[in-house]
C-alpha cells in the first residue's frame, strides 16, 4: 500500500480522480439542494429566478468547455516541458515534475470544475422536456465561481511552470530529496549502542535465501519494521542482500537469514516488505538522491551545455545535506527488538562512498574549469570544519583536485 501511495504520489492521475470523483459528488449535492429549496422551479425569489434553463445550460456549456481545453493546453505545456527537462537536464529529473504538487492540483482543479459542469448540466430542463422545468440556480453559481477561480489557477499555473524550467528550481527539489533521505538514513541522534548480542552471525551460518519471484526492478523501499517483527516471530537473523537502489531479477536474492522452522511463511512476509518498482526512487536510495544532484552538475560541464556555474550551485546545494551527513555517525547497520537481540543486518552506503561519488565526478569532469574545481574544494573544507577528525577519511579525489587547482 506505501509503495502504490508514493507511485500516485508521483503520477497526474491520483489528484485530478480525486478532485473528479469530489466534483460530481458536490455538483449532485447541490442539485439536492437546489431541488430541495427551488422544489422543481416554483420559488419566485428574485435571486433563485433569474435564470432561464437555456441561459443555465449556456452557462455551464461554457464552463465546461473552457475548462477541458484549458485542461488539455496545461497537460501539452507540462509534457513539453517533461520533454525539454528530460533532454536538458536528465531523463531521472522527470520525476520531479511529476511529483510536483502544484502542477497535479492546477491539473486537478481544471478536469475537476469540467465533471462539475458536466454533472450540474445534466439536471437542467426546460418546461417542454418533462413538463416541470427545473433550472438549479446555486450550482450554476456555484459554477461561474469555479471559473472565476480557475482562471487565477490559470496565471497561478502559467507563473509556476516558467519558474519550474529554471535550472535553480530543478537543483533545490533534488536538494530537498537528498535532505530528506540523509534525515531517514542518517539521524541526528543514531540508536544508541546495545551490550546485548554484539556481535552478527557468521556469514556461514545464514543459510536461507529469500528469492524474488514473478517479477523484476528495483528495489524501492523497504519496511524494516516488518522485517523486524518477521524476524522475532521466526527467531531468526536477517541480513538484507538488496538495498533499496539494488536491481534484482527473478530468482536472485532479496536476504538471508538463519535457519527458520516455517521457511515458506518467511518467504511471503520477506517478499511482502519489499516494493519493487521500473527505477530508483530517493525515497530510501541516498545514492539516487545524491546522483541527481550530481547528474545536473555534470551535464552543465558537458560540451553542448558548457555551463560550470550550474556544476558550482549544485556543489554549494550538495553542502547543505553532505556537512550534516559527514558530521554524523554512519548509518546503523544493525536493527534489533525490544530485548536488544539483533534482527535484522543492513547495508548503508558509507558517507565516505557517497562523497567519493560527488568529487570523483568533479574530478573526471570538472577539472578544465577552475570555477568547479574551487567549488569542489570549498565543499571539501566545509567538511573539515563540521568534522575536523575525519579529515583523513575524505575521498582521495579531494587531494587530486588541490593539485589540479595548483598545477
Given amino acids: ?145 469555479g471559473g472565476l477561480i480557475d482562471v487565477a489557477f490559470l496565471v497561478f499555473f502559467i507563473h509556476h511552470i516558467a519558474d519550474s524550467v529554471q535550472v535553480t528550481t530543478l537543483q533545490r527539489r533534488v536538494q530537498v530529496d537528498l535532505e530528506n533521505a540523509v534525515e531517514r538514513i542518517f539521524p541526528a541522534e543514531g540508536p544508541e549502542p546495545s551490550d546485548q548480542d554484539p556481535a552478527v552471525p557468521d556469514p556461514a551460518s545464514f543459510v536461507h535465501a529469500v528469492r524474488l519471484r514473478g517479477r523484476s526492478g528495483y528495489v524501492e523501499q523497504i519496511d524494516f519494521d516488518r522485517l523486524v517483527l518477521a524476524a522475532v516471530e521466526h527467531d531468526c537473523v536477517v541480513d538484507v542482500t538488496a538495498m533499496p537502489g539494488a536491481h534484482r531479477i527473478e530468482g536472485e536474492p532479496l536476504v538471508r537469514c538463519t535457519a527458520v522452522e516455517d521457511a515458506d511463511a518467511v518467504d511471503r512476509v520477506v517478499r511482502s516488505v519489499f516494493s519493487l518498482g521500473p527505477a530508483r526512487t530517493p525515497f530510501q536510495d541516498i545514492g539516487f538522491a545524491l546522483q541527481q544532484l550530481v547528474e545536473v552538475a555534470v551535464r552543465g560541464l558537458a560540451s553542448g551545455s558548457n555551463d560550470p556555474y550550474t556544476a558550482v ?40 562512498a557517497l562523497l567519493a561519488d560527488v568529487f570523483d565526478a568533479i574530478e573526471t569532469y570538472g577539472t578544465e574549469h577552475p570555477v568547479v574545481v574551487q567549488a569542489a574544494l570549498g565543499l571539501a573544507d566545509r567538511l573539515r570544519t563540521a568534522a575536523p577528525g575525519r579529515s583523513a577519511a575524505l575521498p582521495a579525489a579531494v587531494a587530486r583536485l588541490r593539485s589540479a587547482a595548483l598545477a
Fill in 1 to 145: 500500500m506505501r509503495s502504490f501511495l508514493l507511485r500516485a504520489r508521483e503520477s497526474f492521475w491520483f489528484l485530478p480522480a480525486l478532485f473528479g470523483l469530489a466534483a460530481v459528488g458536490l455538483g449532485e449535492g447541490l442539485v439536492a439542494l437546489d431541488r430541495a429549496l427551488v422544489g422543481d422551479g416554483a420559488a419566485d425569489t428574485a435571486f433563485l429566478g433569474d435564470l432561464s434553463a437555456s441561459g443555465g445550460r449556456s452557462i455551464l456549456t461554457i464552463i465546461g468547455s473552457s475548462m477541458l481545453t484549458v485542461a488539455g493546453t496545461s497537460f501539452s505545456i507540462t509534457i513539453s516541458v517533461l520533454a525539454t527537462t528530460s533532454s536538458t537536464y536528465g531523463p531521472r529529473l522527470v520525476r520531479n515534475f511529476l511529483a510536483d504538487r502544484a502542477n497535479q492540483i492546477v491539473l486537478a482543479v481544471f478536469t475537476a470544475t469540467f465533471a462539475y459542469a458536466l454533472v450540474v448540466l445534466r439536471s437542467v430542463r426546460s418546461p417542454g422536456d418533462s413538463g416541470v422545468g427545473f433550472v438549479p440556480t446555486i450550482s450554476i453559481h456555484v459554477a461561474v465561481l
Fill in 313 to 352: 550551485t549544485a556543489l554549494d546545494l550538495a553542502a547543505s545535506a553532505l556537512v550534516p551527513l559527514w558530521s554524523r555517525p554512519e548509518a546503523p547497520a544493525e536493527l534489533r527488538d525490544d530485548e536488544g537481540r539483533l534482527r535484522v543486518v543492513v547495508h548503508w552506503p558509507q558517507s565516505s
